[in-house]
């Protein structure tokens, strides 16, 4: 079985720029998560949809930050514009809709390391 | 106040020792409890999953919950060289289908 997969696994942009960030969940999973981790901070939530909705988007910093996931598949997030302080890792998780198991929890991606020059 | 804090590291330990790594936390309301392990270049990977206080062992690892402190542990026995990796706490108030909360992570280099 396929693990969850993010593209592209590094970008580099110009300050002002837009990046399009996509992540590929784990096939059948309904629960898609959004987070990031800045250098030398803790890995911090964005969001979370569940299918193509928002369930929670509590921890989206700015009106700079859109994420999509259109048909409940694979998820994008775009940043327009990028400010410097913008560049990190971004991470996608992905769970079932049902947890089965206690021991079930989020499955993450490799990430998306995002250089903001 | 963060929520959450973990030891910042890096610890290094000789192979075969015992390895104590602790995060203490502020929010009364986080019940589900987790322990993630990442390698270089790689995305979080669950490693234990503990809901409220207790003990819970898998092999060479345990983890330890004690809410009246705030404060969760993870043991691991007969260290090895293949556990060299960054060792995150993670914690959610409903569940691992929501918002997780994690604390910096320490970085483990155990040497052979």
């Known amino acids: 079985e396929a693990g969850v997969t993010q593209f592209p696994s590094h970008s580099v942009i110009e300050k002002g720029q837009t990046v399009t960030l996509r992540c590929d969940p784990i096939?059948?999973?309904?629960?898609l998560y959004w987070y990031r981790r800045v250098m030398g901070k803790e890995i911090k939530f964005l969001l979370h949809?569940?299918?193509?909705?928002?369930?929670?988007e509590s921890g989206m910093p700015n009106n700079r930050f859109l994420a999509e996931r259109t048909g409940g598949t694979y998820s994008t997030l775009k940043v327009q514009p990028a400010e410097l302080e913008d560049s990190g890792v971004y991470f996608c998780?992905?769970?079932?809709?049902?947890?089965?198991?206690?021991?079930?929890?989020?499955?993450f991606g490799p990430g998306t390391r995002l250089t903001v020059l | 106040q963060k929520e959450v804090e973990q030891d910042p590291g890096p610890l290094s330990v000789p192979e075969g020792a015992i390895v104590s790594l602790n995060c203490t936390y502020s929010?009364?309301?986080?019940?589900?409890f987790m322990w993630y392990r990442q390698y270089s270049r790689k995305g979080p990977e669950l490693l234990m999953y503990?809901?409220?206080?207790g003990n819970k062992e898998d092999g060479r690892f345990t983890a330890q919950v004690d809410k009246s402190s705030k404060y969760i542990s993870l043991f691991i026995r007969d260290s090895q060289p293949s556990d060299s990796a960054t060792y995150l706490c993670?914690?959610?108030?409903?569940?691992?289908?929501?918002?997780?909360?994690f604390g910096k992570g320490i970085t483990l280099s155990v040497r052979p």
């Open positions: 949809f569940v299918k193509e909705s928002k369930q929670d």
């Open positions: 929010n009364s309301a986080f019940q589900y």
């Open positions: 998780a992905s769970s079932p809709r049902l947890l089965a198991v206690l021991t079930d929890t989020q499955y």
């Open positions: 096939s059948g999973h309904d629960n």
């Open positions: 993670a914690m959610s108030v409903t569940g691992a289908n929501s918002k997780l909360t």
């Open positions: 503990t809901y409220s206080s």
